[in-house]
Protein backbone atom coordinates (compact mmCIF):
# COMPACT_ATOMS: atom_id res chain seq x y z
CA UNK A 1 0.00 0.00 0.00
CA UNK A 2 1.45 3.13 -0.91
CA UNK A 3 0.68 6.88 -0.09
CA UNK A 4 2.00 10.18 -0.63
CA UNK A 5 3.85 10.16 2.34
CA UNK A 6 4.21 6.63 3.32
CA UNK A 7 4.39 2.70 2.67
CA UNK A 8 2.43 -0.07 4.23
CA UNK A 9 4.81 -3.28 3.22
CA UNK A 10 3.35 -6.79 4.25
CA UNK A 11 4.90 -10.01 3.69
CA UNK A 12 4.71 -14.00 5.30
CA UNK A 13 7.31 -16.32 7.24
CA UNK A 14 6.77 -19.62 7.24
CA UNK A 15 8.19 -19.31 11.13
CA UNK A 16 7.42 -16.86 13.70
CA UNK A 17 10.58 -13.84 13.18
CA UNK A 18 10.74 -10.33 13.48
CA UNK A 19 9.49 -7.90 10.35
CA UNK A 20 12.24 -5.48 9.25
CA UNK A 21 12.50 -3.07 5.95
CA UNK A 22 15.57 -1.45 4.94
CA UNK A 23 15.21 1.53 2.87
CA UNK A 24 17.01 4.19 0.58
CA UNK A 25 15.63 6.69 -1.64
CA UNK A 26 17.02 6.10 -5.39
CA UNK A 27 19.90 8.77 -5.15
CA UNK A 28 20.72 7.75 -1.96
CA UNK A 29 21.12 3.46 -2.83
CA UNK A 30 24.62 2.22 -3.28
CA UNK A 31 24.01 -0.83 -5.41
CA UNK A 32 26.67 -3.59 -4.70
CA UNK A 33 27.64 -2.96 -1.37
CA UNK A 34 26.87 -4.63 1.90
CA UNK A 35 24.19 -2.65 3.24
CA UNK A 36 22.78 -0.29 0.19
CA UNK A 37 20.45 1.24 2.61
CA UNK A 38 20.26 4.24 4.62
CA UNK A 39 17.60 3.19 7.27
CA UNK A 40 15.58 0.41 9.04
CA UNK A 41 12.03 0.35 9.96
CA UNK A 42 9.84 -2.51 11.85
CA UNK A 43 9.49 -4.39 14.87
CA UNK A 44 13.09 -6.19 15.73
CA UNK A 45 11.13 -7.42 19.12
CA UNK A 46 7.93 -9.23 17.54
CA UNK A 47 7.92 -12.43 16.18
CA UNK A 48 5.23 -13.40 13.60
CA UNK A 49 4.78 -15.30 10.47
CA UNK A 50 2.34 -12.34 9.37
CA UNK A 51 4.15 -9.15 8.86
CA UNK A 52 3.32 -5.47 8.38
CA UNK A 53 5.66 -2.27 8.37
CA UNK A 54 4.35 0.97 7.84
CA UNK A 55 7.19 3.55 6.95
CA UNK A 56 6.05 7.47 7.32
CA UNK A 57 7.51 10.46 6.32
CA UNK A 58 8.57 9.49 2.91
CA UNK A 59 9.16 11.88 0.24
CA UNK A 60 5.43 12.51 -2.50
CA UNK A 61 6.78 11.33 -5.70
CA UNK A 62 10.35 9.62 -4.86
CA UNK A 63 11.57 6.16 -6.14
CA UNK A 64 12.30 4.15 -2.84
CA UNK A 65 14.81 0.82 -2.66
CA UNK A 66 14.10 -1.73 -0.08
CA UNK A 67 14.21 -5.04 1.14
CA UNK A 68 12.41 -7.07 3.96
CA UNK A 69 13.90 -9.43 6.18
CA UNK A 70 12.94 -11.59 9.39
CA UNK A 71 15.10 -12.92 11.22
CA UNK A 72 13.81 -15.84 13.72
CA UNK A 73 14.52 -17.02 17.61
CA UNK A 74 17.60 -19.39 16.07
CA UNK A 75 19.14 -16.13 14.64
CA UNK A 76 18.21 -17.38 11.12
CA UNK A 77 17.46 -14.65 8.36
CA UNK A 78 15.41 -14.71 5.26
CA UNK A 79 15.08 -11.35 3.51
CA UNK A 80 14.18 -10.89 -0.36
CA UNK A 81 16.33 -8.98 -3.11
CA UNK A 82 16.06 -5.34 -3.70
CA UNK A 83 12.49 -3.90 -4.71
CA UNK A 84 11.42 -0.56 -5.54
CA UNK A 85 8.12 1.41 -4.98
CA UNK A 86 7.67 4.86 -6.03
CA UNK A 87 5.45 6.78 -3.27
CA UNK A 88 2.42 9.02 -4.90
CA UNK A 89 2.28 12.63 -6.17
CA UNK A 90 0.57 15.08 -4.63
CA UNK A 91 -3.22 16.06 -6.45
CA UNK A 92 -2.93 19.37 -7.36
CA UNK A 93 -5.24 22.08 -5.40
CA UNK A 94 -6.75 25.35 -6.99
CA UNK A 95 -7.21 27.81 -4.83
CA UNK A 96 -7.83 31.82 -4.58
CA UNK A 97 -9.91 32.09 -7.71
CA UNK A 98 -10.42 35.82 -8.80
CA UNK A 99 -10.56 38.19 -11.28
CA UNK A 100 -8.29 41.09 -10.97
CA UNK A 101 -8.77 43.19 -14.32
CA UNK A 102 -11.74 43.28 -15.96
CA UNK A 103 -11.46 45.58 -19.16
CA UNK A 104 -13.86 46.21 -22.20
CA UNK A 105 -12.02 43.38 -24.52
CA UNK A 106 -10.00 41.46 -21.09
CA UNK A 107 -9.67 39.57 -18.15
CA UNK A 108 -7.16 38.49 -15.96
CA UNK A 109 -7.60 35.39 -14.09
CA UNK A 110 -5.57 34.89 -10.67
CA UNK A 111 -5.04 31.38 -8.42
CA UNK A 112 -2.43 29.50 -6.62
CA UNK A 113 -2.29 26.32 -6.45
CA UNK A 114 0.10 23.79 -3.63
CA UNK A 115 2.22 22.30 -5.94
CA UNK A 116 4.29 23.84 -9.06
CA UNK A 117 1.35 23.48 -12.04
CA UNK A 118 1.16 23.94 -15.76
CA UNK A 119 -2.29 25.35 -16.35
CA UNK A 120 -5.04 26.06 -18.91
CA UNK A 121 -8.03 28.15 -19.08
CA UNK A 122 -10.68 27.38 -21.08
CA UNK A 123 -13.59 30.34 -21.57
CA UNK A 124 -16.19 30.41 -23.42
CA UNK A 125 -18.79 33.21 -24.71
CA UNK A 126 -22.01 32.71 -23.34
CA UNK A 127 -24.03 34.01 -26.32
CA UNK A 128 -22.13 32.54 -28.86
CA UNK A 129 -21.10 29.18 -27.04
CA UNK A 130 -17.52 29.88 -28.74
CA UNK A 131 -14.73 27.83 -26.94
CA UNK A 132 -10.90 29.35 -26.27
CA UNK A 133 -8.35 27.97 -24.65
CA UNK A 134 -5.41 30.35 -23.02
CA UNK A 135 -2.04 28.29 -21.52
CA UNK A 136 1.07 28.35 -19.53
CA UNK A 137 3.27 25.64 -19.62
CA UNK A 138 5.64 27.23 -17.30
CA UNK A 139 5.15 24.81 -13.49
CA UNK A 140 4.08 27.79 -11.03
CA UNK A 141 2.08 28.02 -8.00
CA UNK A 142 0.94 31.54 -8.44
CA UNK A 143 -1.10 31.83 -11.79
CA UNK A 144 -1.96 34.92 -13.73
CA UNK A 145 -3.99 34.35 -17.25
CA UNK A 146 -5.07 36.94 -19.33
CA UNK A 147 -7.87 36.58 -21.38
CA UNK A 148 -7.80 39.03 -24.39
CA UNK A 149 -10.09 39.58 -27.38
CA UNK A 150 -13.41 39.06 -25.52
CA UNK A 151 -16.28 40.84 -26.43
CA UNK A 152 -17.87 44.10 -24.40
CA UNK A 153 -20.73 44.01 -22.41
CA UNK A 154 -20.49 39.45 -23.02
CA UNK A 155 -20.78 37.28 -20.44
CA UNK A 156 -18.32 33.83 -20.08
CA UNK A 157 -17.60 30.83 -18.22
CA UNK A 158 -14.35 29.82 -17.52
CA UNK A 159 -12.92 26.71 -15.81
CA UNK A 160 -9.08 26.25 -14.88
CA UNK A 161 -7.22 22.98 -15.60
CA UNK A 162 -3.74 22.30 -13.92
CA UNK A 163 -1.41 19.51 -14.42
CA UNK A 164 1.80 19.01 -11.79
CA UNK A 165 5.52 17.86 -12.96
CA UNK A 166 3.98 14.14 -11.90
CA UNK A 167 1.11 14.32 -14.75
CA UNK A 168 -1.73 14.65 -12.23
CA UNK A 169 -4.50 16.68 -12.84
Known sequence: EIGTDYAVIYWETDKDSDSMVSLAEEGDYIEGVD?????????????????TVRVNGLTPATTYHFQVSSEDELGLV???KDRTFRTKSIAPEIYNIHLSKIEEESATINWTTNVPCSSIVEYTNLNTNVTKLEGNSSFLTVHRMQLSNLIFD?????IIKVESEEGEK
Open 35 to 51: DPYVWNEGEPNEMVTEH
Open 78 to 80: GRI
Open 154 to 158: TYYSF
